[in-house]
Nanobody, 120 residues
Framework: QVQLVESGGGLVQAGGSLRLSCAAS????????MGWYRQTPGKQRELVAR???????NYADSVKGRFTISRDNAKNTVYLQMDSLKPEDTAVYYC??????????????WGQGTQVTVSS
């Protein structure tokens, strides 16, 4: 069973920084694309940033220039460095990973979510 374990959320003042981490563990062949999504009450979960195994990235327009996604393939871990945080970044942040269990069998997995709160 694959698990995604997130860490790094918390409370920060506007203009501050946080770094989220998400590590995939379990028995699998390979971790493919990884990403971060966020959700606030009453709204749909939205993409924040995504990174392929070859380090190609894409970001939501609202976070471009402030957030940086990166990964360590040896540790099956993805990071989200969040700088210049704004109150509107407040949300539960979820890690997502596309996992290949063995060639031909792929599954999408989600972390449990970590709360990020930015005070004004």
């Amino acid at each position: 069973q694959v698990q995604l374990v997130e860490s790094g959320g918390g409370l920060v003042q506007a203009g501050g920084s946080l770094r989220l981490s998400c590590a995939a563990s379990g028995r699998f062949f390979r971790v493919n694309a990884m990403g971060w999504y966020r959700q606030t009450p009453g709204k749909q979960r939205e993409l924040v940033a995504r990174i392929t195994r070859n380090d190609n990235t894409n970001y939501a327009d609202s976070v471009k220039g402030r957030f940086t996604i990166s990964r360590d393939n040896a540790k099956n871990t993805v990071y989200l460095q969040m700088d210049s945080l704004k109150p509107e970044d407040t949300a539960v942040y979820y890690c997502n990973a596309a996992i290949t269990y063995y060639p031909g069998v792929d599954r999408d997995h989600w972390g449990q979510g970590t709360q990020v709160t930015v005070s004004s």
